[in-house]
């Protein structure tokens, strides 16, 4: 799938504006991260909600300290995500490149 100039400088344009933003998502990081919000944000659902169960279940089992268990492997994969992020950023970026690449040869392919 080779694409014109024209239509690499679409891409882009498209691409600059469905872009995640690094800095969005070390807000979301600092902010809600143990709810996974950074992980929804890059689109990584599947683990967002993982984490999100790690919270819950270490909250309500706190009292038994196994919820301390819980809540230990959350702040370490909070600390994991911090160098992790702006590769996700990119990972998302590459995504999105290809996707939008794809539609617009879909859309540009004679009949």
Do not use: C
Not at 7 to 36: C, H, I
Not at 65 to 81: C, H, P, T
Not at 94 to 111: G, K, N, V, Y
């Amino acid at each position: 799938m080779a694409l014109t100039t024209e239509q690499q400088m679409l891409v882009e344009q498209r691409l600059a504006n469905d872009k995640k933003s690094t800095l969005v998502a070390y807000l979301l990081w600092f902010f809600v991260g143990p709810f996974g919000a950074h992980r929804y944000y890059l689109g990584k659902t599947a683990s967002g909600l993982v984490m999100l169960a790690l919270l819950i279940v270490g909250f309500l089992t706190v009292v038994l300290y196994i919820g301390a268990i819980f809540l230990g492997i959350l702040g370490i994969w909070m600390i994991v995500d911090a160098f992790l992020i702006p590769g996700l950023v990119e990972q998302n970026t590459a995504a999105a490149r290809e996707r939008i690449s794809r539609e617009l040869a879909i859309m540009t392919t004679p009949a």
